[in-house]
């Protein structure tokens, strides 16, 4: 008798192996949002961060997750989520094919195929006791992220196959899981539901102080502090003046600054250069249209006023 088999499955990606980097700044007030989310986590509550655009809340996550020490899921939030992106689904098949000519004068021919189970990132997570980054939750539809509601409060994974042993996964026990989010009001962001929201210690995050944009800015761009400054100055004045359509954040002083920094230009008023980055980066933070023309003729003359008052 022949017993031919053969399987056609997708293959799962592999955890991420985090480990804490050596150019992360901790400052004083990153310090401490770090080991609050470490408590937290550790006594079995996931965590969720959430604030506006450009505030370090990603980086923060992963920060978080690998002074965990463990392998890390990492999850990007997306209006076309399904439930099954979260656990997987019924996406291969296993083929069997039996000839059996044990008798020669009996040919019997058998001919099947079982769909096969695949693991998603969250079921994987929740199996190994890995560590969920779910990036940007809300941008999922509230009716995708309804599976972690069991997951989070009775530690039960529910699969929609019944075929898969008894329908549920229990949780690892250092299973732990870490969510971040934009406001409300973010193009693309949908209001996460009071039952998931109940669920998760929510800390929120603003734009951080001028001394730890400062040394975040001159690690990623290779500048001196006193350099810097200059640039997170003006970028923090255009900030308080609240003449923009999408606030101008921490990514904008890292842009203009790394820009500088490979171009060696002087950070100074009389470099048109430099003063050319600055309007490029900055003036895009408002609408580009027929009506704001005079708008931005008018925030064109407070960066300038702003980059010749920092940077002469």
Same mark, same amino acid.
């Given at each position: 008798?022949?017993?031919?088999?053969?399987?056609?499955?997708?293959?799962?990606?592999?955890?991420?192996?985090?480990?804490?980097?050596?150019?992360?700044?901790?400052?004083?007030?990153?310090?401490?949002?770090?080991?609050?989310?470490?408590?937290?986590?550790?006594?079995?509550?996931?965590?969720?961060?959430?604030?506006?655009?450009?505030?370090?809340?990603?980086?923060?996550?992963?920060?978080?997750?690998?002074?965990?020490?463990?392998?890390?899921?990492?999850?990007?939030?997306?209006?076309?989520?399904?439930?099954?992106?979260?656990?997987?689904?019924?996406?291969?098949?296993?083929?069997?094919?039996?000839?059996?000519?044990?008798?020669?004068? =009996? $040919?019997?021919?058998?001919?099947?195929?079982?769909?096969?189970? /695949?693991?998603?990132? #969250?079921?994987?997570?929740? !199996? +190994?006791?890995?560590?969920?980054?779910?990036?940007?939750?809300?941008?999922?539809?509230?009716?995708?992220?309804?599976?972690?509601?069991?997951?989070?409060?009775?530690?039960?994974?529910?699969?929609?196959?019944?075929?898969?042993?008894?329908?549920?996964?229990?949780?690892?026990?250092?299973?732990?899981?870490?969510?971040?989010?934009?406001?409300?009001?973010?193009?693309? =962001? $949908?209001?996460?539901?009071?039952?998931?929201?109940?669920?998760? /210690?929510?800390?929120? #995050?603003?734009?951080?102080? !001028? +001394?730890?944009?400062?040394?975040?800015?001159?690690?990623?761009?290779?500048?001196?502090?006193?350099?810097?400054?200059?640039?997170?100055?003006?970028?923090?004045?255009?900030?308080?003046?609240?003449?923009?359509?999408?606030?101008?954040?921490?990514?904008?002083?890292?842009?203009?600054?790394?820009?500088?920094?490979?171009?060696?230009?002087?950070?100074?008023?009389?470099?048109?250069?430099?003063?050319?980055?600055?309007?490029?980066?900055?003036?895009?933070?408002?609408?580009?249209?027929?009506?704001? !023309? +005079?708008?931005?003729?008018?925030?064109?003359?407070?960066?300038?006023?702003?980059?010749?008052?920092?940077?002469?």
């Amino acid at each position: 008798m022949a017993v031919a088999s053969k399987t056609s499955i997708k293959k799962t990606l592999a955890a991420l192996a985090l480990s804490p980097s050596p150019d992360f700044i901790e400052t004083p007030i990153i310090k401490g949002l770090k080991e609050r989310a470490l408590a937290y986590l550790t006594a079995g509550f996931p965590v969720h961060f959430r604030g506006p655009a450009g505030t370090g809340k990603t980086t923060l996550a992963l920060h978080v997750a690998a002074s965990l020490k463990r392998p890390v899921m990492l999850i990007a939030g997306d209006e076309e989520f399904a439930t099954s992106d979260l656990i997987g689904g019924q996406y291969g098949y296993h083929y069997r094919q039996v000839d059996d000519r044990y008798i020669h004068t =009996v $040919h019997k021919y058998e001919e099947d195929a079982t769909q096969l189970w /695949v693991d998603n990132r #969250l079921t994987t997570a929740c !199996r +190994e006791g890995f560590t969920l980054v779910y990036d940007e939750f809300t941008r999922s539809r509230p009716e995708a992220n309804n599976v972690l509601l069991v997951v989070l409060e009775e530690h039960l994974l529910v699969l929609p196959n019944m075929n898969h042993k008894d329908g549920y996964i229990k949780v690892h026990p250092e299973f732990r899981a870490i969510f971040t989010s934009n406001p409300q009001e973010y193009a693309g =962001v $949908h209001e996460a539901q009071d039952a998931l929201s109940d669920r998760l /210690v929510t800390m929120d #995050l603003d734009y951080y102080d !001028r +001394e730890t944009e400062i040394n975040i800015t001159a690690a990623r761009s290779g500048l001196p502090p006193e350099e810097v400054e200059r640039i997170v100055d003006v970028v923090r004045d255009f900030r308080a003046s609240g003449e923009w359509d999408q606030a101008p954040t921490m990514r904008a002083c890292i842009m203009i600054a790394r820009v500088a920094t490979q171009q060696n230009l002087r950070l100074s008023k009389d470099d048109p250069r430099f003063t050319s980055i600055c309007l490029d980066v900055l003036e895009s933070k408002t609408a580009f249209t027929s009506q704001a !023309r +005079e708008r931005r003729a008018q925030q064109r003359k407070m960066l300038l006023s702003l980059i010749e008052h920092y940077c002469n």
